[in-house]
């Protein structure tokens, strides 16, 4: 059975830092992806890894600021987020991805997502 579990969220201040894990069980050398959803928001498509962490790509909203990156030996990838701003509240997901490209990038199993909490 395939299934994600992301951890690392919480409450920072603007200019703070946080990182994500997202720990996979079941499998493993998949494209991954990053989302976020912002209360009142569709869920979109922040930053994706290639199945052996050779291609990454981000949205220009996190781009610069933001990265991604991967363990296979540990089934985990992460979001090393830096600079975060009130914007970036938001429920972060992992998922399986068919297309590292951000604009195709579509979920196929989710984990059950961490809240990140941007406020002074």
């Known amino acids: 059975q395939l299934q994600l579990a992301e951890s690392g969220g919480g409450l920072t201040q603007p200019g703070g830092s946080l990182l994500l894990s997202c720990v996979a069980s079941?499998?493993?050398?998949?494209?991954m992806g990053w989302f976020r959803q912002a209360p009142g928001k569709e869920r979109e498509g922040i930053s994706s890894i290639s199945f052996n962490g050779d291609s990454t790509n981000y949205a220009d909203s996190v781009k610069d600021r933001f990265t991604i990156s991967r363990d296979n030996a540990k089934k985990t990838v992460y979001l090393q987020m830096n600079s975060l701003k009130p914007e970036d509240t938001a429920v972060y997901y992992c998922?399986?991805?068919?297309?590292?490209?951000?604009?195709?990038?579509?979920?196929?199993?989710w984990g059950q997502g961490t809240q990140v909490t941007v406020s002074s």
């Open positions: 079941g499998f493993n050398y998949f494209h």
């Open positions: 998922a399986i991805v068919d297309s590292i490209t951000i604009v195709n990038m579509r979920g196929r199993v």
